[in-house]
């Protein structure tokens, strides 16, 4: 068989065109959208962006009145820079760092006054590695305008498929939820009802899938190196 039969007769799977997962793996059916009363813009790295288990798109999937916009230096992005200059928005940026404020140090009245009367509080988010996300925000001039705001985190991160630079260090879609239980309720959002927990939901789902995946993965390699083992000539002693 040549290498044109063998790609013309090659099957390949089929993707789902929302969350980018192959049709077995879509977790579309499980996302219920909610609106949080923050409007969150994901500026998502274009790496990031062609991931299937990136979770900048499955936050994005899951809220309302959110944005995805993929880049890596958003000076002149229009959108942005239109997010940015919108005078009915009162915009932050979750990022660590030395001038960040802590959110979760902060009291509810506290919370409350962080955002202007009758603003819509929109909080940037980047969703890249932690050099890519380093790199972005310096190249990006106006997001280095922006206040930054930051959250202690109360336990290790769950994302198990991908190595965190350390346990606390959270996904995007975990940074977004733990956020939503800071200042939902200063917003006038309904933490008690617990509709923000759909983000940790769908991402746990996605986890296992892909824990489930490489369990699978071994086990059909394993059976394959014992098979080749066993296949393997006797080498007769000298």
Not at 116 to 126: H, N, Q
Request: proline share 6%.
């Amino acid at each position: 068989m040549t290498l044109k039969n063998y790609h013309d007769q090659a099957v390949y799977r089929q993707h789902c065109p929302v969350c980018i997962q192959p049709l077995k793996g879509c977790y579309c059916p499980h996302i219920q959208r909610f609106d949080p009363h923050i409007s969150f813009v994901i500026l998502i790295h274009p790496i990031e962006m062609r991931r299937r288990i990136a979770t900048g798109r499955m936050s994005y999937l899951c809220l309302e009145h959110s944005y995805l916009i993929s880049g890596q230096d958003y000076s002149d992005n229009e959108l942005v820079n239109a997010l940015i200059c919108d005078p009915h928005r009162h915009c932050v940026i979750l990022y660590p760092g030395p001038d960040s404020q802590n959110l979760s140090l902060m009291s509810e009245g506290q919370r409350t006054d962080l955002v202007p009367a009758g603003k819509k509080l929109t909080v940037f988010v980047i969703d890249g590695t932690w050099a890519t996300a380093k790199k972005m925000m310096r190249e990006s001039q106006n997001l280095k305008t922006l206040p930054q705001v930051c959250f202690s985190p109360t336990k290790p991160s769950s994302f198990r498929v991908r190595k965190q630079p350390a346990d606390f260090c959270y996904s995007t879609i975990e940074a977004i939820h733990q956020t939503i239980e800071i200042l939902g309720h200063s917003r006038g959002f309904k933490t008690s009802c617990r509709q923000h927990d759909n983000l940790l939901e769908v991402f746990d789902l996605m986890v296992e899938r892909q824990l489930d995946y490489l369990r699978m993965s071994e086990q059909k390699n394993g059976a394959y190196n014992s098979r080749q083992e066993r296949k393997r000539p006797v080498e007769k002693e000298s």
